[in-house]
Structure formats: structure tokens, C-alpha cells
């Protein structure tokens, strides 16, 4: 099963881009999409259909959004992180495909740092990590993959003191991520390109940034303990990145080996 996530930074902006992408040879058999910008009905759910996929759609007016694609029909289970009722942003989804669990994250950014947004980030990670604990309990195996806002490390960021001031590269966010790695979960692509290799996911729109290749990971597939026993590949598509008028991300992936 090859898993990809990506935040496509518009889905109705980019449509052409994400057909044309699940057209090619090689397509993901689940693709989870983040930051769609717009509610359910505005969804290229036909389009996507006949390119192959079903389309679990928890959608946001003109903000957030989160969408899990997949060649089999998904079983949704939860569309709404527990713990704070008033949260009404479209961040989390969570489906069943085959034997495998699923969730699609699209974490908040948090800046700037000091205010409110940053407050709200740092609780929304403690709400992931309460369901990720409840989901290694299942003992299944579960990817929750998409576009995490956090810089893991020195070697996630192009440039460390010119994201210094970022909620992006905080030690808060970043122990925010630790903890979810202390929990069990393994990070699909690291586990495969150990420290320092650099695998960028994110180019700014300005500044020259993707020519320059000032880039960021910051889109990642954590994969429980069950899952990772599974994991054959890993990588990052770079060539949307480079398409006309892209998202500032670019896809991450990995393959899991089928069930003995």
C-alpha cells in the first residue's frame, strides 16, 4: 500500500494539478490532502472519482480542510479531534482502509509566537497526541500522516536563525513532536534517511526559495510500531513543486508492504 500526503494549498486552485498527479503511473493507493479552502460541495469528488478514488471530505469555507482519497472505499471513524468542543476548524479525519487506520492532520501553524494562534497550536497538539496514544492501543497499524507545521530539527529548515522568531522551529513545537515520537510512532521518511539528509516538503512562494531549494520539512507519515514493521519505501515527489502556479508543498510517501 504506497500512502502519500499532501497539502495541496487550494484544492479547487489546484484541481488540474492534483488529477493530472493521481493520473500518473505509480499513483498512490491513499492520498490525504490538506488545507482544501473550501466546504464539502465545492469538492472535485466526481473528478477524483473517475480518476480512481473514493473521497472522505472534511471541508472548511475558504480555510483548513482535510480530505482522505483512496482506491478502496474508506470506513470513516472520527472527522473532529476530542477535547474541545468549540474547535469548529477542519483539521482531522480518520478512516479504515482494509486493515490499515488512517488520519489526516493538517496541525495549526501558530504564528506568530506569543498570541492566541500559538496557544491554540500547542493545545491542538495535545489533543493528537491524547487520540495518537488511543490509536497505539489498537495495536494496529495506523499512519497519521499531512502537514505537521512543525520543523523537527536543524536539518528540516534551510536556515535555522531565519526561522529562529517561527512557531515553526520553537522548542515548544518541536517537544510537541518529540512527544509523538516517544510515544511509539516512527517518522516514515527519517527512518529511512537518517540525520543530516535533507528532504525538504515546503518552498515559500517568495524570495526565490524553490530555486534556491530554501526549503522546510514539514509534511511527514508517522507510522505506528505495526505499520513500521511494514514499511518498505519512503520519499518526496518534488516535480509538483516545480509545475506552473503549484502549492508551496510538494507530496511525501511511503510504501508499506502487504500483511504476511
Same mark, same amino acid.
Given at each position: 500500500? #504506497?500512502?502519500?500526503?499532501?497539502?495541496?494549498?487550494?484544492?479547487?486552485?489546484?484541481?488540474?494539478?492534483?488529477?493530472t498527479w493521481l493520473g500518473n503511473a505509480g499513483a498512490p493507493d491513499v492520498v490525504m490532502l490538506q488545507e482544501l479552502k473550501t466546504e464539502a460541495p465545492g469538492f472535485p469528488a466526481l473528478e477524483v472519482r473517475a480518476a480512481g478514488y473514493h473521497a472522505l471530505v472534511a471541508g472548511q469555507k475558504s480555510y483548513n480542510g482535510v480530505a482522505i482519497l483512496s #482506491?478502496?472505499? *474508506?470506513?470513516e471513524r472520527l472527522r473532529a479531534l476530542p477535547g474541545e468542543a468549540e474547535d469548529t476548524q477542519a483539521r482531522y479525519l480518520e478512516a479504515e482502509i482494509g486493515d490499515v487506520?488512517? %488520519? /489526516?492532520?493538517?496541525? &495549526?501553524?501558530g504564528n506568530p509566537i $506569543?498570541?492566541?494562534?500559538?496557544?491554540?497550536k500547542l493545545r491542538w497538539m495535545e489533543r493528537l497526541a491524547a487520540r495518537a496514544e488511543a490509536l497505539l492501543a489498537t495495536e494496529r497499524p495506523v499512519v497519521i500522516a499531512g502537514d505537521w507545521n512543525i520543523c523537527p530539527t536543524a536539518a528540516d529548515v534551510w536556515d535555522e536563525r531565519a526561522m529562529a522568531a517561527d512557531?515553526?522551529?520553537q522548542p515548544e513545537s518541536r517537544a510537541a513532536w518529540r512527544r509523538?515520537? =516517544?510515544?511509539? =510512532?516512527?517518522?516514515?521518511?527519517?527512518?529511512?534517511?537518517?540525520? &543530516? %539528509? #535533507? $528532504?525538504?516538503t515546503y518552498w515559500d512562494y517568495q524570495a526565490g526559495a524553490w530555486p534556491r531549494d530554501n526549503g522546510l520539512r514539514i509534511d511527514a507519515l508517522l507510522l505506528s510500531p505495526a505499520a513500521a514493521e511494514r514499511l518498505a519505501d519512503a520519499g518526496?515527489?518534488?516535480?509538483?513543486?516545480? =509545475?506552473?502556479?503549484?502549492?508551496?508543498?510538494? *507530496?511525501? =510517501? /511511503? #510504501?508499506?508492504?502487504?500483511?504476511?
Open positions: 500500500m #504506497r500512502i502519500a500526503t499532501w497539502n495541496v494549498n487550494s484544492v479547487r486552485a489546484r484541481q488540474a494539478h492534483l488529477l #482506491r478502496h472505499e *474508506p470506513v487506520i488512517v %488520519a /489526516c492532520v493538517y496541525c &495549526p501553524n $506569543g498570541t492566541e494562534k500559538f496557544a491554540y512557531a515553526l522551529c509523538m515520537l =516517544w510515544q511509539g =510512532w516512527s517518522d516514515a521518511w527519517r527512518t529511512l534517511n537518517p540525520l &543530516p %539528509a #535533507r $528532504g525538504y518526496v515527489d518534488r516535480i509538483p513543486r516545480g =509545475w506552473d502556479s503549484p502549492s508551496d508543498h510538494t *507530496p511525501a =510517501w /511511503c #510504501r508499506l508492504e502487504n500483511a504476511a
